[in-house]
C-alpha cells in the first residue's frame, strides 16, 4: 500500500491504490448481489480517478480553487 503524505505524487498515489481496490470491491459485491454496495464502491472508484488525473496534471487536491471565501 502507499505511503501517505502531502506530495501530490503521494496523493496521486493513493488515490490510485483507491481506485483500485474499489473497484475490485465493486465487482466482488455486484456479483454476490450487492448492486447498492457495489454503486456506492463504482464512485468511490470514480472520485479517486479523477483526484488521481487532477493530481498528475497538477491541480492539487482536484478542487479548483476560486478564491473565494466560504464564509
Known amino acids: 500500500m502507499p505511503e501517505t503524505g502531502e506530495e501530490n505524487g503521494s496523493q496521486s498515489s493513493v488515490a490510485h491504490y483507491v481506485a483500485t481496490l474499489s473497484n475490485d470491491l465493486a465487482v466482488l459485491a455486484r456479483r454476490n448481489g450487492l448492486d447498492t ?10 472520485e479517486a480517478e479523477n483526484l488521481t488525473r487532477a493530481n498528475d496534471s497538477g491541480f492539487g487536491n482536484g478542487r479548483p480553487e476560486d478564491g473565494h471565501s466560504s464564509s
Do not use: F, S
Not at 37 to 46: I, T
Open 37 to 46: 454496495l457495489g454503486y456506492l464502491l463504482e464512485m468511490v472508484r470514480l
